[in-house]
């Protein structure tokens, strides 16, 4: 095994819950820290709304190469001493397939400027992890993220095969596409993004560090399909198993739901980790692996370590909110901290894992209390209209929006919008006439096996004390080695 590779990948947690933050205290420990790339403008406008508190957007700001692009931004959305409190945040414009132009600056700098803090004060290797299904904003983000450096690429919920050719072009500057899914697109409609970045450029730059891309999928076949299909090197894989935080891939086969309304999955959707071996591409185990127990188990099955995100989503490092943190901690030394993969919540359509908290909308009285607006647009899908142009539509919109606009009105019930919920789990809230928007916090099934992380009597654990617990036991893995 390639002794660069990490043994723990502190997995990417969007939005902004794996922020700069973790990422840093992660990786200065060897390990690998993974900043979340998902709506990174949106988290970057917002922390410059609220005054950049403690300077550390102007300070990455400062780094990013092209500084009339960045004095652009800044002007555009920090405000001094911050937004008024009850004062709604101010949205960039809905990506689209061809830009605006203003939005992919903004999201290159955000993608720069997350990078660079998760990486300044060391020297070991940060990664970055996006959807694939949030396919807008991907060419600028990725472009950004790697004016930063940053040194791994990770992306799932999607077959992002088109992805290892895009990190060829872009490290030469070069001009690179990505194909947009398009539902109903017919041949001939142009459903080609396109990023260019010599049109960005406010000067020529030496060819950028390719970063390595890891793929997180859930089957053999999909390992299969990535190294055939793929227009680059895949440089792993991260398998991720079906009690993983965040949103996981669909069982599979027809099963109806179980008695709580959950997705049940099966032998069909267990990982021959034999086959996988077989392939001779590193691999690392995710989903329920947040043990030194499971660890050693992963490296005897041959894995090259683990992807862990709950345990690192609620240590003091991460972007969650305090009050979430706390409440949800409390609930794990009770024995009361409840998980469910919710079906339907997800505009993605795939089952997303949610966290039982009061006040939050994975409650039926403030999900309904709700007023349904899609007004930040991450996992809108593309469609082809009437007119033979490219339409937008979340499940999660109004009803008479999204039927208007040719979706079926089954595909709405029980919808969640993901993106505002997400903004609010990170403090970011959005105030609209009175309404302040709730989180809809996500974790792994096993939100109780937090417990032994807990020091005796409290909540508060720091990244270092997940690395060095996972790291621990009588037959401690080898030592972290990364290199500088
Ligand atoms: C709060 C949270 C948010 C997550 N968000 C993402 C995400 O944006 N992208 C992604 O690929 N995985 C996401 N995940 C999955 C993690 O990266 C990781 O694979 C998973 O948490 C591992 O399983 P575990 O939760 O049992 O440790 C998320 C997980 C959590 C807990």
């Known amino acids: 095994m390639d002794s660069t590779f990490p043994i723990i990948i502190q997995g990417g947690m969007g939005a902004a819950v794996s922020d700069w933050r973790l990422a840093n205290a992660v990786s200065r420990l060897g390990q690998l820290g993974v900043v979340s790339g998902t709506a990174l403008d949106q988290v970057f406008a917002r922390r410059l709304q609220d005054g950049d508190p403690g300077g550390h957007m102007r300070r990455g700001l400062h780094y990013f190469p092209f500084p009339q692009m960045a004095q652009r931004v800044w002007n555009a959305w920090f405000i001094p001493d911050g937004k008024r409190p009850g ?28 990078v660079y803090l998760a990486r300044e004060g060391h020297g070991y290797p940060v990664g970055i992890n996006y959807l694939e299904k949030v396919q807008l904003p991907h060419l600028p983000s990725m472009y950004g993220a790697m004016l930063a450096g940053v040194a791994y690429v990770l992306m799932g919920a999607g077959i992002p095969v088109k992805i290892p050719g895009v990190l060829d072009c872009l490290a030469l500057h070069g001009r690179a596409t990505y194909p947009l899914q398009v539902t109903g ?8 993004m396109t990023f260019e970045p010599r049109e960005f450029m406010e000067r020529d730059l030496a060819p950028l560090v390719r970063p390595r891309f890891l793929a997180i999928i ?15 090197k895949v440089d792993g894989f991260v398998i991720e198993g079906p009690t993983a935080g965040g949103h996981n891939a669909p069982p599979r086969g027809k099963q109806p739901l179980s008695e709580s309304g ?13 086959k996988l071996r077989e392939l001779g591409v590193p691999f690392w185990l995710a989903g329920g692996y947040g043990s030194p127990e499971k660890l050693r188990e992963a490296l005897a099955a041959g894995a090259a370590g683990i992807q862990v995100g709950t345990v690192f989503a609620f240590c003091t490092e991460s972007g969650l909110t305090a009050e979430y943190k706390q409440t949800i901690l409390e609930g794990v030394v009770a024995g009361e901290a409840r998980v469910m993969t919710d079906p339907v919540a997800s505009p993605t359509n ?16 403030v999900y309904s209390a709700r007023p349904r607006i899609c007004d930040l647009g991450y996992l809108r899908e593309a469609y082809r209209t009437g007119e033979g142009t490219i339409g937008y539509r979340c499940s999660a919109e109004p009803v008479t929006t999204y039927v208007a606009k040719g979706g079926k ?11 505002n919920g997400l ?22 099934n096993d939100l109780n096996a937090l417990a032994p992380f807990l020091p005796a009597g409290g909540c508060i654990y720091s990244a270092a004390d997940v690395v060095n617990k996972l790291m621990s036991g009588p037959e401690s893995p080898r030592e972290p080695r990364l290199s500088a």
């Open 262 to 274: 959950e997705p049940v999955y099966g032998e069909r959707d267990r990982v021959d980790l034999e």
């Open 350 to 365: 795939f089952p997303f894992k949610v966290v039982r908290v009061a006040g939050s909308t994975s409650e039926a009285d």
């Open 185 to 192: 697109a017919q041949d001939g409609d142009d459903t080609t």
């Open 218 to 232: 859930a089957s053999n076949t999909l390992a299969l399909t990535m190294l055939k299909r793929a227009n680059g």
């Open 87 to 114: 004062q709604p945040y101010k949205r960039p414009l809905m990506f689209t397939k061809d830009g605006p132009r203003e939005v992919q600056e903004l999201c290159m700098v955000a993608n720069f400027v997350e």
């Open 409 to 419: 009105p089954e595909t709405t019930a029980g919808r969640k919008c993901l993106c």
């Open 423 to 444: 903004m609010a789990n990170i403090g970011h809230p959005q105030v609209r006439n009175g309404y302040v928007e709730h989180g809809l916090v996500t974790s792994g």
